[in-house]
């Protein structure tokens, strides 16, 4: 029997297996196969699968309401999680914002606001950013292939200028003069409503953003009067071992869009901004039929306390050590002259695969995921080339199963030695 009867061959697949049950950072197929999830459900457990905490607050909740338009009636989850949120955000502006079913739901929000506020269109983005897969949110990403394709003109205008970073070589100067360039021939900056970036590239290959250079572009905004949108869609909630990674850049934004870890696997995003710009768009203008469901926002209120307690803040740091020590372990030892860089910051890591005859190494990552599957470890590719190893493991790991994954990591990447 094909599983996939009825699903569009246009949805991808990175692991051909069929996932019933996980515990942490633990997963099983419907064989019974036991898989360590670096991948974390695409970044969206931080606080591993099924926590207590979290399937406690849910079954709770399922008890009392499970569902109601929140512009029809408001209802306690919504108020309480969006209240606790404007307090943990680090802005000392006074924040207001909403939720959404979504990341991308996010973004889409996000413009609308960003519009509203500036009575102007055009949006700058960056090479190797993701937003999301709705009509305004794919325009925004640095990446046409597969996102684009066969779309047409989409919602905009959008421009996308170089990501400056550490860790793709591309310097502040270089995109301040991408900027400059655009601003100068392609497009008046009077029509320019916002800059969207995300602090660490997610599905770019895990590269953060130059601290001088978002320094810069908060400088540049305000001066220009435009919003700067920041994604943590898959950076926050102590991914980066900050609870939100635009505090490593020293900036703050006008517009912070979340999602993902946001609410412990259920389906929830929200933008939260200054109130001056969320409260600027018209009575009913925001909102949607499942935006903050009771469900949803009781997770989110679970999640929060286990951001915030000591256990967890300990277990994050000795996620970063271990991981850290092992990437310099491995290169000490030359485990393989596949192995590059150690990209991004905290928990939020790329390993590039980069030979210095070879060039980068796509189809060298194809088999190290199938290997690493083989021997029970779920890894997930990123960046433009495909070849950085993008860890997502939950952040609640245990010592001993985050070892053991670990150890899986090694032997495959060991293995690559003799590849071209």
């Known amino acids: ?23 942490n950072a633990e997963v099983w197929d419907e064989n019974g196969k036991r898989y360590i999830d670096f991948v974390g459900g695409i970044g969206v457990l931080n606080f591993g699968h099924c926590h207590p905490d979290i399937v406690g607050a849910i079954q709770q909740q399922a008890t009392q309401l499970t569902h109601y338009a929140f512009n029809a ?22 924040l207001a914002g909403m939720f959404t079913n979504s990341g991308a739901e996010a973004t889409e929000n996000a413009l609308k606001v960003a519009r509203t506020v500036t009575g102007r269109t055009g949006v700058i983005a960056f090479d190797g950013g993701f937003h999301g897969r709705t009509l305004a ?29 550490a860790d793709n070589g591309i310097s502040a100067e270089q995109a301040k003069q991408a900027l400059t360039r655009l601003i100068q021939v392609e497009v008046d900056i009077a029509n320019i409503a916002a ?28 001066e220009h009067g435009i919003l700067i949108i920041i994604d943590e869609i898959q950076s926050g909630f102590a991914r980066t071992g900050q609870h939100f990674a635009f505090s490593h850049l020293g900036i703050t934004p006008d517009l912070l869009l979340l ?33 903050g469901n009771p469900l949803a926002c009781a997770a989110g209120l679970a ?11 300990h277990t994050v740091q000795h996620y970063i050590d271990t991981l850290e020590q092992r990437y310099q372990h491995w290169q000490q030892q030359q485990l393989s002259p596949w192995l590059g860089r150690l990209t991004g910051v905290g928990a939020m890591r790329g390993i590039e695969l ?14 190290v995921l199938s290997q690493a599957r083989a021997q029970g470890l779920l890894l997930m590719p ?14 609640t790991i245990h010592p001993e199963t985050l070892a053991e994954g670990l150890d899986i990591l090694e032997n495959v990447l060991a293995a690559t030695a003799d590849m071209h």
């Open 382 to 395: 990123s960046g433009q080339a495909k070849n950085i190893i993008r860890l997502l493991t939950p952040l």
């Open 195 to 222: 800059i969207i970036f995300e602090p660490v590239l997610g599905e770019g290959g895990f590269h953060m953003m130059d601290r001088s250079f978002a320094q810069y572009l908060r400088e540049f905004c305000d």
């Open 137 to 165: 949110a794919v325009n925004l990403n640095g990446k046409a292939t597969p996102y684009k394709t066969g779309l047409g003109p989409l919602p905009g205008p959008v421009y996308h200028i170089p990501y400056p970073s």
């Open 1 to 23: 029997m094909n599983q996939r009867k009825g699903i569009s061959t246009a949805l991808g697949l990175i692991h051909p297996i069929t996932i019933e049950k996980g515990l």
């Open 303 to 313: 999640t929060l306390d286990i951001l915030q307690s000591a256990e967890f803040q």
């Open 354 to 367: 980069q030979h210095p005859q070879y060039g980068t190494g796509g189809a060298v990552l194809a088999q």
């Open 73 to 94: 009636a408001q209802h306690r989850p919504y108020l309480s999680l969006m209240a606790k949120l404007v307090e943990l955000i680090p802005i000392e502006e006074e």
């Open 259 to 291: 999602g993902k870890s946001i609410a412990g696997g259920l389906p929830l995003g929200a933008v939260i901004g200054l109130s001056r710009h969320m409260n600027a768009l018209a009575t009913g203008a925001l909102g949607g039929t499942y935006s």
